[in-house]
């Protein structure tokens, strides 16, 4: 069975640091392309970043520079590194494989709140 | 960037009856491998969002045949016939043909 699992979401302060991962079974990351798409609260979705199967990497330019997506073969993770938190970067965050395809998989979701 | 425009924004439809929410992009969303990216989703209240429809009509696994896709170029529909309770929820359009994909705003759909 696919899962994805999301996890690293909680309180964090403006101008500070996070990592979340997502943690996938049935499925091996390097075989697929894993999407961070996020939620604003009681807002839309918002694509974030992609890394695709061949290890290309793409990046809103909301968060570019700031979000840095990375997989780990190793340990079949996907990682989305948060630097220079904003407060507009609240919201709920997905992690995704192969966003609008055949079967696409979406997890349920981490909570990342930025707030002094 | 692609921007996706969805109308209505708000669709209250009596049970049984049908409803159609439209979407346009901002320019074609055909791959020169013949696809077009456009997918349909469904976010029903305190869940993750699902895929009912993949490549504009094509149907995702385990989707009822009352959900259908239709549309080219610019312009898509995603119809529902006989609207069940269990279909409330907000329906979004996104495109997948290039980075940075994009979401439409969302319709929500509700029981009339």
């Known amino acids: 069975e696919v899962r994805l699992v999301e996890s690293g979401g909680g309180l964090f302060h403006p101008g500070g640091s996070l990592r979340l991962s997502c943690t996938p079974s049935g499925f091996t990351v390097t075989d697929n392309y894993l999407s961070w798409v996020r939620q604003a609260p009681g807002k839309g979705l918002e694509w974030v970043s992609v890394i695709y199967s061949g290890g290309s990497i793409y990046d809103a330019d909301s968060v570019k520079g700031r979000f840095t997506i990375s997989r780990d073969s190793s340990k079949n993770t996907v990682s989305l590194q948060m630097n220079s938190l904003r407060a507009e970067d609240t919201a709920v965050y997905y992690c995704v494989r192969n966003l609008g395809l055949s079967v696409d998989y979406w997890g349920q979701g981490t909570l990342v709140t930025v707030s002094s | 960037d692609i921007v996706m425009t969805q109308s209505p924004l708000s669709l209250p439809v009596t049970p049984g009856e049908s409803a159609s929410i439209s979407c346009r992009s901002s320019q074609s969303l055909v791959h020169s491998n013949g696809n077009k990216y456009l997918a349909w989703y469904l976010q029903k209240p305190g869940q993750s969002p699902q895929l009912l429809i993949y490549?504009?009509?094509n149907r995702a696994s385990g989707v009822p045949d009352r959900f259908s896709g239709s549309g080219s170029g610019t312009d898509f529909t995603l119809k529902i016939s006989r609207m069940e309770a269990e279909d409330v929820g907000v329906y979004y359009c996104?495109?997948?043909?290039?980075?940075?994909?994009?979401f439409g705003q969302g319709t929500k759909l509700e029981i009339k």
């Open positions: 490549f504009v009509s």
């Open positions: 996104m495109q997948g043909l290039q980075t940075p994909y994009t």
